[in-house]
Each structure stands twice: as structure tokens, then as C-alpha cells.
């Protein structure tokens, strides 16, 4: 160190030509360098200048034994015995029926879908969300299975207006007319557990424009008794069929019923929000979703009141598809970064996301770029405790740095609750999960929608190894599919890697090939012609789909089209083409969804 600190010394002082081309190559080192690190200091600050929400812990709401904690709504015995008799008469047909659609899958099988669809609605609000999350499960529930159990994600039909008045009343302690100025009576959204209607304060309560969310009839106590047969039916299918009990269904039964208590107590929902709109505050609008502000006190366990979303519409796949391409892509940005701040900063997740719940202004607001994009529905939320936040870390390391070992131990270790059964060995799985990547790898420098054929593969390999991943992993896979599969609907050439990698790298997670890859500095696609064969690929590829490994390949990838009809790219700047007046456009929605 001492020599070459008298070298540079050297350097400096010396006036020969020589001495002076070195002075200018050590200073644009110098300059050069700083410019790097200050360059690479600043990328990252810009994904860890986000405020750092509290980490908080739900409220006990469900008890070991899977019932409601609440003590109002005690179950007698009697009630649960005629509950299960009730059941047994509503499914008893579909399971006898069940062995001819084996014998003649191609005559009765689409009606034995339609009657156990039809059964499920006629079980009741907690059977409809059962099979909902069911349909999100692709670690236990086959790809065909899901498609008939997404049939369940349509409207319920809409409880009467009377009902509303009656729960206002009796809730909030007054008349609807002493709250409000006026409410509508028809219902903008109905879902399982509550209905929406569009109202006005009165101006002595600010005069707002509000959505008023209201309970079903009943629903809180049909969930209650359903709470106790469910949780007994899967204690009753563990003992005696072995076959299942890798799907661990009493834990399985046990976290669905938690689920769902949280969204059947409207206050829970409310305190969300506060915790969102805390999370967020000060945050720019043009870089992360917003949510709407509870009214208190105009919240209770039946009703909740909150800020209404003017002049928006959700986000189904016929609206997006009206919009200009630079705003697509700026929600994708947006829907990215927000989703990685509810894990990275504030661990505390929206847990009910999807197209439904994301509302898109039509307008941006004054000193805005963008219009901004309302998140609603946040009954459902999602925490994860120090271990379990490693966990989910290593899952994104081990897609971001394409490293089968790092993702297989990720996997492995969403069991940390219990042992994992013997007969799934590390060793081969982590074969399989490297094969996967091998499978995809030629094409990820060029497919930017290889990100979600990779995450349906891995649900495979899950499946096939029948690894024990504990519920609240599986929510949140799942939550990120659902985040994939929006921004690849509204952007089908986004990277999600690329938006992940600094994220990653501003928590500490940092290695030189995510850099590589962040930056382009090498792409595979292009040494492919000398390191992979399509001969090697379609070997891969015809052993996975042996195993049942690659059942998302050949379907089509639910994107946009690559072409639009009106030709040249639209941008927001040049206004909201197709917006309006074009035929078969759907209509503005002025409405929050339920």
C-alpha cells in the first residue's frame, strides 16, 4: 500500500508526457468509477425510498377447532347434525352420479359440471368461497378442476333493498335518511358475503360520495355452522383416507376458515384500509396504487362505509384492451411496484386481488401525470413472519437468478411447520425444478411472458412431488400468478424480472448475475445456436410433459393482442383511444365493485 501510495504521489507530480497520459487515465478511472457506484447507489435508492410500513398481526378470529372466536354466534349441536343432513341431500346425487361420468367422460361430463356448479350455489355463501379459493389452489387441484370452479367467480344475486335499510338502521343506530342524502337501491356489485350501493352523505357528514357495503341475510351465521362441518369433514377424509393426507386437509380447512372470518367482520376491512392509506401516505400516485378511506363512524360488522371511486372502471380484460399502450404499460409499472412493496417494505399484502378489485380512473387528477389506481376490497390481508419473509425472499432470488437450488430450497422449506413427508427427496425435486428452468432458459432473454408458464410449471413440480407447502405460501404464489397474469394482460412485453432485480438488490439481495441480467449484459438467446440444441429442448420437454410437468404449454397466454385493430401505437398523451365511442366498448363504470 505504502508503494503504491508513493507511485500516485508519483504520478501527480510528475510533468512528463507520459506522467500526464497517466494523471488523465487514473482520473477517468477515478470518474468513471464514481460515476458507476453513484449510478448504481441511486437505481437502488429509488426502490428503497419507499416509507416502511409497521409489521402488524391479525387479530385471533378462529379458534384450533376452526369455529368463529366470536361468542355471539354460539352453534348447537342439533344445528350442525341437520346441517349435515342437509348437505348429504344436496351432494348425494352428484356422488352417485360421479362413476358414470368415469365410464362416459365425453357424454355426461360437462352436465355433471354444470350440477355440481349449480350445487355449490345452492350450498351456501361459505361453499361459494371454498370453491373459489379451491380454484386458486394449484398445488392440490388440477388445471381442468380449476377452470369449471373459476365459473364460481360470477355475481351472486342481490339481497333486497329492504334488507339494507334494516341492517343500516339497526348497525349504525339511525335511519338511512339521517346518514344519507340519498342512496341508490339498486346494488352496484353484489359478491358472496355483501352487496354495494352508491350513496351521499348528508352535508352535515361531509357530503360525500360513498359506497356502502351491507351483509347477505344471515351470512355471518350460515358461515358459523358451515365453519364446524367443513373443519369435521376434513379431520373425517385425513383418518380414513390415506390417499389425501399428504394435502394435510384439517390445516388446509383450518386456514380457509381464518380466510374467510376475516372478511364476514366489515370492521376488519376498514382497519385494512386505514393500514394501506398509513402504509402509503406521502407516496406518489404516479408510482403506487391508492385505496379508499373508511367513513368512520359509519363502520360496523354488517356495514362498512368508504370513499367512492368516481368515475372508474375495473380492470377486466375488455377495458384494458380500450386503453392507449403507454398507459397499459405504466399500470403494469405501477401494479409491479405496489405488489413488491406490500412484500419487500410494509409486509402487509392485499390478499384478494384480481381484475375486479382494481379500479382505473378515467381522468388523472390535477398535477398528475397518470390517473391513479384504486385498490378495494381489502377484507382479505396477508402477513408473514421473519422466517416466512426469508422464505418468500428466496422464491424471488431463486426466479430472478434462474437457480434451481435456491427456488427447491425456497419450496422445501414453505413445510417449516412440520416435517416433510419422506417420500419427497430434495434431491429429485431439485433435479426436476433444474430441468423446468433448463426447459425454459433458451427462451428467456426473448419471451418476456415466460415468467407465468414458469410459475404454472412449478405449481406442477409442487404437485407432483406432493410437497406440503403451509396455506399462507400458497396465498401468496398464488398472489403473485394473479399480479403476473395482470401485467402480462396489459403489457405482453414487460419484464417482470427486470422490475423485480432492483427491488431485490435494495434489500441486501445482490449477485452478479441478476446485475447481468438487469442490465442486458449478456442474453442466452443469442449463444443458444452454440450451447442448446431445439433437439436437447424438445428431449426436456417431452420429459416433463411425460410427468405431467408442463400443463400450461400449448394454451394461449392471456395477453393482448400483438397487433391492435387501430394500427399505430395509441399514448395516453394523445387521449383515451377507444375509451369512448367505439362500438362494442364496454360502458364507463361510475361504481365500486363488491
Known sequence: ?????????????????????????????????????????????????????????????????????????????????????????????????????????????????????????????????????????????????????????????????????????????????????????????????AQVHKAKLREEHGGDLVAVKVCHPNVRENIALDFHVLNALAKFADKWFPSTRWMLLPNQALAWTTHLAQQIDLRIEAENLEIFLENFEGQDTDRFATFPKPMYPFVSKRVLVEQFVVDAHTADEEYLRTLPDDFRTHLACVGMDTYMKFLMRDNWLHGDLHPGNIMIEKEAPPGKKWPRVFLVDCGLCQNLEPEEKKVAEGVLEGFARWKGDVLTNAFYSMGHGYKQREEVKFEDMQQTVQDVFDYYQPSKGSDAAIVGRLLESMFDVVRFHKVQIEPQFTSLLFGALVQENFIMTLDENFNIIHRVIPWLASHGIQSKSMLKQYFNLTDYALLKPFFETEDKKEVLGDKLTERGLLTCEGGVHMSLEKERELGAKSTWKNGMLGAEGQEGAPAAATATAA
Open 1 to 193: 500500500l505504502k508503494l503504491q501510495f508513493l507511485y500516485l504521489i508519483g504520478l501527480i507530480m510528475a510533468r512528463s508526457r507520459a506522467a500526464a497520459w497517466g494523471r488523465r487515465l487514473l482520473l477517468g478511472a477515478g470518474v468513471t468509477g464514481a460515476g458507476a457506484y453513484g449510478g448504481v447507489t441511486w437505481w437502488i435508492r429509488q426502490y428503497d425510498n419507499g416509507k416502511t410500513g409497521k409489521v402488524r398481526k391479525h387479530r385471533v378470529l378462529v379458534d384450533g377447532e376452526g369455529a368463529l372466536v366470536d361468542q355471539t354466534l354460539a352453534v348447537p349441536q342439533h344445528m350442525v347434525a341437520l346441517r349435515f343432513l342437509q348437505l348429504f341431500l344436496h351432494f348425494f346425487p352428484l356422488l352417485a352420479s360421479y362413476p358414470l361420468v368415469m365410464l362416459l367422460p365425453g357424454v355426461l361430463q360437462e352436465w355433471w359440471y354444470t350440477h355440481f356448479i349449480n350445487t355449490v350455489q345452492r350450498a351456501g355463501p361459505a361453499f361459494i368461497k371454498l370453491a373459489q379459493w379451491l380454484a386458486t389452489r394449484r398445488d392440490i387441484v388440477n388445471p381442468e378442476f380449476r377452470i369449471v370452479l373459476q365459473r364460481l367467480f360470477d355475481q351472486v344475486a342481490p339481497h333486497p333493498m329492504e334488507h339494507t335499510r334494516q341492517l343500516i338502521k339497526e348497525d349504525l343506530g339511525e335511519e338511512p335518511e339521517a346518514i344519507f342524502e340519498w342512496i341508490d337501491s339498486h346494488s352496484v356489485g353484489s359478491g358472496s358475503i
